[in-house]
């Protein structure tokens, strides 16, 4: 009885393991040294594995925003409780946990957590399962969009014979789906094909409908970076109908912004902008870093199609600076191109500056220019060199090279103009605020991040809406990314 009282108040947030006025990191200290002294640590981790896996134990089944949300809000100790699983042993609890969470990591985008917590899980032990199969394909999906392709493709080398011994369908269309990254990456799209049509044979025949969406987009955004518009078109528009049968919020917000990707690149601008606003609104929803990102980059492109310097310019400066926190590095390439394309007249050793920290960056990671960028790349390379003469342009390129990897994804903001939100008598607090929101924050989140309370947090929200005359979060946002605020 004492235990269970104890995980109720747990559950519900104390003022002992609240976290909106201290640091994450303190916070959670606090609360590993208090479990430690209780005997109810492995009662509390068994209850956050319950939370995880409350929403189904079917790999794949679509999240809805508010498990989502329960996760954000009890992330430190779902931490605390991966960690006692590791600590003490505990192989298959840990890695159902960390297969729990994949929705969650790829949702809100920290592809970064989720690698080391997974490469934690399987370094624990050798153990032969479905569950050791399963994050063996988590795990590589991931490294292969962080671009840490050596080690996406080991991990699918072990976890692929695993999961054909064990007949784990699901399994083996994830590790396929890893080899499918990897080999587009690389640079040999054909490869990449072949394995993304083995996976979605595989799901269909399985009736996997919960995970064949993600793997049409995976193929849609192969054949868009390889420059198939219509092979793409088609794969985008498949996953699209998939969803429409079996709905999932977050790969439907996915599936929307490669296809307005698509038409952006067709010349159909008026269905990519629908397409790309119905993603981005979804995805503001989902508070999903990493699909705001894809959508502000292809606003970024229909605004640089349309000659508007300025929005294209703040569009694709918070696209990338947005994309770089969530670790997906494979998505990069065009976001980087293309700002480097609109710094070209006016900026153009900034242009080679990012052209050359993001090139030595791929290198490092294995990854070869796409089709579809490859022509742009070596024309605007052709233009900065005749713009800037061989010596500067070597100069700039040099200093590009030697820019730390982190630093060439945070570009330049852009500058401020009329009608921003200093005009509307914000202020430098409730700026903030709107800045985090636009970058897809959680109310929890942003006051960790400012150290205040959440009730703080609605209070500047309210004010915002007011000064701004908005009504939702998803106006924020596009008021925020319009005005150069990341």
């Not at 925003?65 to 960690?83: F, K, S, T």
Request: proline residues 3%.
């Amino acid at each position: 009885m004492v235990e269970k009282d104890l995980l109720q108040r747990q559950a519900s947030s104390p003022p002992a393991f609240a976290l909106s006025e201290v640091r994450r990191e303190y916070a959670e200290e606090q609360l590993i040294a208090a479990l430690e002294q209780a005997p109810t640590s492995r009662a509390h981790a068994q209850f956050y594995l319950s939370v995880v896996e409350q929403a189904g134990s079917q790999p794949g089944a679509p999240r809805s925003v508010e498990w989502l949300d329960a996760i954000d809000r009890q992330l430190p100790n779902i931490r605390v409780a991966l960690r006692y699983l590791l600590g003490n042993g505990c192989e298959q609890s840990a890695l159902r946990m960390a297969n729990g969470l994949e929705q969650f990591w790829w949702a809100r985008g920290d592809l970064v957590e989720g690698c080391d917590w997974l490469r934690q899980c399987l370094e624990l032990g050798q153990r032969q399962s479905r569950r050791r199969a399963r994050a063996y394909g988590v795990a590589a999906v991931l490294l292969a969009l962080r671009l840490e392709l050596d080690e996406a493709e080991r991990l699918a080398g072990i976890g692929l014979p695993i999961a054909q011994v064990l007949g784990d369908q699901i399994a083996v269309a994830d590790l396929g789906d890893a080899l499918g990254l990897v080999a587009g990456a690389r640079g040999r799209p054909d490869d990449g094909e072949r394995a993304f049509a083995e996976s979605i044979g595989i799901r269909r025949q399985a009736g996997d409908t919960a995970r064949l969406a993600r793997t049409l987009e995976f193929s849609a955004d192969g054949r868009l970076w390889d420059g198939d518009l219509p092979a793409s078109a088609e794969r985008a528009e498949a996953a699209v109908q998939v969803l429409r049968a079996r709905p999932d919020p977050v790969q439907l917000a996915t599936a929307l912004t490669t296809l307005g990707l698509v038409h952006t690149y067709q010349s159909r601008l008026d269905e990519a902008l629908e397409e790309l606003q119905s993603g981005l609104d979804m995805a503001v929803r989902l508070r999903s870093s990493r699909l705001i990102g894809r959508a502000h980059y292809g606003f970024g492109l229909l605004a640089q199609r349309s000659g508007d310097v300025r929005v294209a310019e703040s569009q694709l400066a918070t696209a990338i600076a947005i994309v770089a926190e969530t670790g997906d590095r494979s998505f990069l390439a065009g976001c980087v191109l293309a700002l480097a394309t609109v710094y070209e007249s006016e900026r153009p050793d900034e242009a080679v500056l990012l052209l050359a920290a993001a090139t030595a960056q791929a290198k490092d990671g294995g990854l070869k220019s796409p089709g579809l960028l490859r022509a742009p790349y070596e024309q605007l390379l052709a233009s900065l060199r005749q713009r800037l003469g061989a010596q500067r342009f070597g100069i700039a390129w040099s200093r590009g090279s030697r820019i730390a990897r982190n630093d060439v994804l945070r570009a330049p903001p852009p500058q401020a103009t009329e009608g921003s939100a200093a005009d509307a008598a914000l202020t430098k607090r409730e700026i903030q605020v709107l800045a985090l929101v636009a970058r897809g924050l959680t109310d929890a989140q942003i006051a960790d991040n400012l150290t205040v309370s959440r009730r703080t947090v609605h209070a500047h929200l309210r004010a915002i809406y007011r000064k701004l005359q908005l009504h939702t979060r998803s106006a924020a946002t596009r008021y925020a990314v319009e005005r150069g605020l990341r």
